[in-house]
């Protein structure tokens, strides 16, 4: 008979590792003897630490002010007031509020997702406090950067804040993902391996970070339009670059000219639509079923309920 129990991290070990200042992902790499971050492990860690990024947030008022106002003066460049914004790993929602608050022209609708529902449920009441005007538009959402819920060719900017970093393993799968749903601009702030130091750069390699997005984005048929570096950074061995991304095109732009006034969500990865019933998502075509929990929809491949009778 299986040990399920090897099918689960120690999360009590792992709580005491964060609570006495441990690396936690360095912990549960260990625990399934991997080398880098599988999307389980990134969802794990994020999870355990939901709640920091508030509070560091709320620490550092000057910093972070100055860092997402940056921000904001670079990606508000992008936006018309019609558009739809998509921030991918959203965390906290803190980044995202207080961009959003900034901007001299709010987007029609806002989807915000993250891998962990903890995250985003502590997240909510920061938002609800910080963002502003542009809380009323949100729509935020549990999904996976690797299969992301959304149809083809449906947001029109796609922008993150460090979201990428740690999936130095499965970059250019994430990064087709973000093309397959983004029809104008992707406005990216990651670190940047190549302008780094020797001593940041040995660093990125050892946490599992992120290089090379010149040439993955080449690769894919994308086009780096801009690369700027940001100067208001917490970390000088993690050095942040805007990094402006045009996405190859695509047939399904011209059919999606109507997304904000429709439903984009679809089976995790895809392009199967779904439908939204008593709160909760559903496709006839799979016969699957994914649960909102307080409010929030659970759009991963993991959460999916077989339930084909659903929709009848």
């Not at 709320?58 to 990606?75: D, F, R, W």
């Not at 962990?116 to 538009?137: D, T």
């Not at 801009?226 to 047939?251: D, G, R, S």
């Amino acid at each position: 008979m299986k040990n399920n129990q090897f099918d689960y991290f120690d999360i009590l070990q792992a709580k005491k590792s964060f609570k006495e200042g441990g690396n936690i992902t360095d912990l549960l790499k260990a625990q399934k003897n991997v080398d880098l971050n599988t999307a389980e492990i990134i969802e794990t860690a994020y999870d355990l630490q939901a709640g920091s990024y508030i509070e560091y947030t709320k620490n550092n008022p000057i910093l972070v002010s100055a860092y997402t106002t940056e921000l904001a003066v670079l990606l508000e460049k992008y936006i018309g007031e019609f558009d739809s914004l998509l921030d991918i790993g959203t965390g906290e929602l803190t980044t995202l509020s207080q961009i959003i608050r900034r901007l001299k022209i709010i987007p029609k609708k806002i989807y915000a997702f993250d891998i962990s529902w903890s995250r985003i449920y502590k997240g909510l009441f920061y938002a609800e406090e910080f963002m502003g005007m542009g809380y009323k538009k949100l729509m935020p959402f549990v999904a996976d950067l690797n299969e992301i819920p959304l149809l083809n060719k449906s947001i029109n900017i796609t922008t993150s804040s460090h979201a990428l970093e740690p999936n130095g393993g499965n970059l250019k799968e994430i990064m087709n993902e973000l093309f397959r749903i983004t029809i104008d601009k992707l406005v990216l702030f990651e670190p940047c391996f190549e302008i780094n130091t020797k001593e940041g750069q040995e660093r990125m390699e050892k946490l599992g970070y992120i290089k090379n997005v010149d040439k993955i984005v080449e690769e894919l048929g994308g086009k780096i339009i801009e690369k700027i570096a940001i100067k208001n950074i917490a970390n000088p061995l993690n050095p942040t670059v805007c990094f402006v991304i045009t996405p190859p095109l695509a047939t399904e732009i011209l059919s999606n000219k109507i997304i904000n006034k429709r439903i984009l969500f679809s089976v995790p990865g895809t392009n199967i639509p779904l439908e939204k019933s008593d709160d909760n998502y559903f496709s006839k075509r799979v016969g699957l079923c994914y649960p909102t929990l307080k409010g929030i929809p659970v759009l991963k491949s993991k959460a999916a309920i077989l339930a084909s009778s659903f929709g009848d």
